[in-house]
């Protein structure tokens, strides 16, 4: 049978569970961060990875093991992560060859291991649905030729249709694994100038509370410090602008949502003083990885203004998770990262021209791979097809069988390598053009020449087909350089566009191509039926 792991993780509750996961680790934890939020990750995981664990463990162990297996499995590694602190750091470790992670030793979090028998329970559900009666009819053999083509053609059917939901969630159950919330990072809050003295107020997100920086020298020095006097956590509000008070027509506010101060000197007219533009910005939401809101952390959340005793004005500015940003008396900003605090070490602030140059190229190589891949699977569909109605194998659509499997592996590790890098995947980018750039010529360079070998009016075909492809190879040129300019976010995006690109692309080839792709005399020599 060797099909009840992928029918388990394709079961409804297991797609449940995987879709809470993914939900509560990228949006609920951020904008809702609570006990209930943390503990729902883990029912979550509980429910969709043993169903995962058992694809893997698939070729070694029956069917009717391989749930018991992978559920035992689960629930002792996840006791142990839990309950004992080597294993959490040695887990921590292994998990961030992958991405950033962060495990922690919580005995509370044992509570969810009855969700062990929910996942259970669905592999009850898929053993006993691949083992009836009617699961294995499509096996029996029919007595009429007409029967078996019927039936052998529902069973193809429901594989490639099961092939299919397989092919689309097991790389989004890796992604729901591997790309779990990132370790908790320390977030610049509060800004304050207390009795001559300036002071920097950074906490690690959720729960911890506020750490303080104290300078004495105008912002140049910093050193951990008690909580300023008078300042009270829950009480004290962020401040959006401040002025001197030397000067009181000079005065500083933030830009909302952005990483931006601007100045007035006579309080009516505004100018930018300070600002990161957005492909900054976008290269640090990158770089930190563990940024779920980027208007809301990669931001300026308190401003203060402190008058120097020899003239002019500091400026101190914190922007959440990029630390804190300081204009010296002769104007001049730096953003100093996070000074250091009674409980962290100092960490200063990534160079900007640095990391935007890295993501830049790692952007273009993964347009191209996408390209790639896409263009790669409707030349050989179209080849697959016009060979098909030229009377040749429809078996050459295995061809495609490649593509499909390797292709969003590889761009999936694309994905998380030019978005951490951190990351030992940080090279597929480049991987990805190779292999993909690879499979897509093999395929087709081996179906087109059979197609042509078959019909009548082969060089037309290869001219259409060519001139609609080259078409569409603007388009998606086009899409990846707008994607590109626009701020290369969210891989997905430029993945989903590719993908419509190229399905247009298949359909409009295999339209016009339609009277082209006719059996040539050849072939019809050969397949001429002979009389007695």
Not at 286 to 305: A, H, M, P, T
Not at 361 to 378: C, E, N, P, Q, R
């Amino acid at each position: 049978m060797r099909r009840v792991a992928f029918s388990w993780l394709i079961h409804p509750v297991t797609v449940l569970g995987l879709g809470l996961l993914l939900l509560n680790d990228h949006y609920l934890k951020a904008a809702h961060p609570s006990w209930l939020t943390g503990k729902l990750s883990d029912a979550a995981g509980l429910v969709m990875a043993p169903a995962l664990l058992a694809v893997l463990l698939t070729p070694f162990l029956k069917d009717k093991r391989v749930g018991p297996v992978a559920t035992v499995t689960v629930g002792v590694g996840f006791a142990l992560v839990k309950a004992w602190p080597y294993a959490t750091t040695t887990a921590s470790s292994a998990w961030s060859l992958l991405r950033a992670t962060e495990f922690r030793t919580d005995l509370t979090d044992l509570i969810t291991l009855p969700f062990l028998g929910v996942a259970y329970w669905a592999f009850r559900h898929s053993f006993s649905a691949a083992s009836s009666p009617a699961a294995s009819s499509s096996a029996a053999p029919s007595s009429s030729s007409a029967a078996v083509s019927s039936s052998s053609f529902a069973a193809t059917g429901g594989r490639w249709w099961r092939a299919a939901r397989v092919g689309v969630l097991l790389p989004v159950a890796l992604v729901g694994v591997v790309a779990t919330s990132a370790p908790e990072s320390p977030s610049a809050d509060a800004v304050e100038s207390i009795g001559g003295a300036l002071y920097a107020g950074a906490n690690e997100q959720p729960y911890r509370a506020v750490d303080w920086s104290v300078s004495r020298d105008g912002g140049h020095t910093w050193m951990p410090s008690a909580v300023p006097p008078g300042y009270q956590e829950k009480v004290t509000q962020p401040r959006l602008s401040d002025c001197s008070k030397a000067q009181p027509q000079t005065c500083y506010r933030l830009v909302r949502g952005e990483l931006a101060v601007q100045m007035t000197t006579d309080g009516r007219t505004w100018a930018d003083d300070w600002r990161l533009s957005e492909e900054e910005r976008e290269a640090l939401y990158r770089e930190y990885g563990d940024v779920y809101n980027r208007d809301g952390q990669l931001s300026g959340r308190s401003i203060v203004v402190r008058d120097l005793p020899s003239g002019g004005h500091v400026v101190v500015v914190a922007n959440v998770r990029d630390g804190f940003a300081v204009r010296d008396a002769a104007g001049t900003w730096t953003r100093i990262g996070f000074p250091a605090t009674s409980r962290a070490a100092a960490v200063p602030a990534p160079a900007l021209n640095d990391i935007t140059d890295s993501y830049r190229s790692a952007d273009v190589l993964f347009a191209v791979g996408i390209g790639l891949l896409f263009a790669g699977l409707a030349a050989t569909g179209a080849a697959v097809a016009a060979n098909a109605r030229a009377g040749g194998s429809p078996h050459w659509a295995w061809f495609l069988v490649p593509q499909l499997a390797a292709g969003p592996f590889v761009l999936l590790f694309a994905e998380w390598g030019r978005t951490d890098p951190s990351s030992v995947l940080f090279a597929f980018p480049v991987l990805s053009v190779a292999v993909t750039g690879f499979v897509a010529l093999l395929c087709v360079l081996v179906v087109t020449p059979i197609a042509m070998n078959r019909m009548a009016g082969a060089g037309r075909w290869l001219l259409r087909t060519a001139a609609v492809f080259a078409v569409f190879a603007v388009v998606q040129t086009g899409v990846a350089v707008a994607w590109l300019r626009h701020g290369a976010e969210h891989g997905l995006t430029l993945a989903l566009i590719s993908l419509v690109v190229w399905s247009a692309a298949l359909a409009t080839a295999a339209v016009l191509d339609h009277r082209t792709a006719q059996p040539g005399p050849a072939f019809q020599r050969r397949n001429r039926p002979t009389t007695t």
